[in-house]
């Protein structure tokens, strides 16, 4: 089987109301040539699932394809302000945040990982999130008698996951910080590795053991060169100023559009360098 | 009159750096310039072997320089000694073996509860607010947490927070005009900064101020100064104001 499809295939496999796992953190290393083409595909009711989202969230949100967001933490960073899109959904009803600490996702996933309904979790032991959300609960541990808090787990349908290198079979690697890439793989029923380049299986066999996500586990591969831009890729680029500044000032859906327009070449061209 | 050589900015990060321990584990978030730029201080100054810990997991970043727009970057593994991603941060504070915390928040009450969710209804609030991050189970399990903010009026120091995001082992908050010490289940005035006076912290604190005694927050030395010019030359610290 040939799991070197198109950006456009690679879309299609999420399905509307789907819960999609993004890879990297805030301004770093998110899929976003994959976030581009899922908006650009119209897909709706999208069930997001982060420790901490950016430009993803934000930008899935600002075109209307987000039903629910669970992260522990959603905005650009100090020099860029606020998530406004997301933002403003969550303010509207359109968009349900579900919030999160950062770990209590990291366990909603474990969780998955590990095929069990719920998790244990220390330290959420205080306050209106344990109150206000129907994931968390706290019982009584039945070998101590005392009080634990549990977190549901989640179960993502897709994880999307950029990374620097990976063969045509899809083990891929991750150069630089994991994040919970490594967490999300494990625990996502299908993967979808987008990456900066396409390597020779010899390669790959080389350093067998810095492999973080084994082929065997990925449901597709993509090439996309700059595919984690305008957000940062380690050791490949550095973030776009111009443009994450440039989208965080717009404010209608044609001003949208048009940025997801003005990617769409670049977004594509992975897969014209395949077809030469 | 002697010309003041530093700014409210510079008390905060010195007085934060001044907080810290040698030997003591450290954690900084996503958005957290000003604590970062503080325990390198504080590894250059008195506590050489603090454990600076972070999310990309650099253990002990050797330079903080890089990170220009982001404190969650790539820069700082790629100069640090080994690799300790957020997760086994996350679980070191579970098992009780993180000693500081540094965490955000919008509105801060005198019951030491922290604000990072929402303004408004929580499922259909006013304000969206970024979220707490990893604060509702670090506060809690960190030895000691320590906020930072750089807006400090009526609105962020308030009777009761809108929500309550977590509370827990709350030890310090560090603002523009003062250090308040969480003790006895109240938030107290710990010391008010050279640049500011005790009409000010009043006139912009939406609580009543509960003190032992007037004490002032320790000017920055020259050796900070000089140090802080070194290893934070592109003025990080004050990427917030």
């Known amino acids: ?276 | 009159m002697m010309t003041q050589s530093y700014r409210p900015v510079d008390i905060m990060t010195c007085a934060i750096s001044n907080m810290l321990k040698d030997g003591e584990t450290v954690f900084h978030g996503v958005s957290s310039h000003l604590p970062m730029v503080a325990m390198s201080l504080a590894k250059h100054m008195h506590a050489p072997d603090l454990v600076h810990l972070n999310i990309p997991g650099g253990v002990n970043p050797g330079s903080i320089r890089n990170a220009s727009y982001s404190s969650a970057g790539a820069d700082l593994l790629d100069s640090g000694e080994a690799y300790f991603p957020l997760e086994e941060v996350f679980d070191l504070s579970m098992r009780g073996r993180l000693d500081v915390a540094f965490l955000g928040g919008i509105q801060f009450d005198i019951n030491g509860n922290v604000n990072a969710s929402v303004i408004g209804d929580y499922h259909r609030p006013k304000l969206r607010l970024p979220g707490g991050a990893g604060s509702a189970v670090l506060i809690p399990t960190a030895k000691k947490a320590i906020i930072w903010r750089t807006k400090h009026d009526v609105r962020t120091f308030v009777e009761q927070v809108d929500f309550v995001t977590t509370r827990g082992n709350l030890w310090k908050i560090v603002t523009p005009l003062c250090v308040f010490e969480f003790k006895n289940g109240k938030l107290y005035l710990d010391t008010i900064h050279p640049t500011s006076s005790l009409q000010e912290v009043k006139d912009n604190t939406g609580f009543e101020l509960l003190y032992d005694e007037i004490k002032y927050t320790a000017e920055p030395a020259k050796e900070e100064l000089v140090m802080l010019k070194k290893i934070d030359p592109f003025d990080y610290r004050a990427i917030e104001l």
Do not use: W
């Open chain 1, 1 to 276: 089987m040939k799991k070197v499809i198109s950006l456009a295939d690679a879309s299609a496999l999420v399905e509307n109301g789907d819960t999609v796992a993004f890879g990297g953190n805030v301004l770093h290393r998110a899929p976003m040539a994959f976030v581009r083409e899922i908006a650009r595909q119209g897909k709706k009711d999208l069930k997001i699932v982060k420790t901490a989202g950016a430009h993803d969230i934000d930008l899935l949100c600002a075109v209307g394809s987000v039903a629910t967001v669970d992260a522990g933490f959603v905005s650009y960073e100090t020099k860029f302000g606020l998530a406004s899109h997301y933002r403003k959904a969550v303010q509207e009803g359109v968009v349900k945040g579900n919030e999160h600490a950062c770990y209590t996702v990291i366990c909603a996933l474990r969780g998955a990982q590990m095929n069990v309904p719920f998790m244990p979790v220390k330290g959420l032991v205080a306050g209106e999130l344990l109150e206000k959300n129907e994931y968390f609960m706290v019982v009584e541990d039945p070998f101590s008698g005392n009080p634990v808090t549990l977190v549901k787990t989640i179960v993502p349908d897709v994880a999307v996951i950029h990374v620097q290198e990976c063969d045509a079979h899809g083990n891929a690697r991750i150069y630089g910080p994991k994040f919970e890439d490594v967490l999300i793989s494990r625990a996502a029923k299908k993967v979808i590795i987008t990456t900066e380049q396409i390597v020779p299986d010899s390669k790959m066999k080389l350093n067998a053991e810095y492999v973080d996500i084994p082929s065997f586990l990925v449901s597709a591969v993509v090439h996309a060169p700059k595919g984690a831009s305008p957000t940062s890729c380690y050791k490949k680029y550095d973030i776009d100023d111009k443009s994450l500044t440039s989208f965080i000032s717009m404010k209608t859906k044609e001003e949208i559009q048009g940025y997801l327009s003005s990617y769409l070449a670049k977004d594509h061209q992975g897969e014209r360098m395949a077809n030469r």
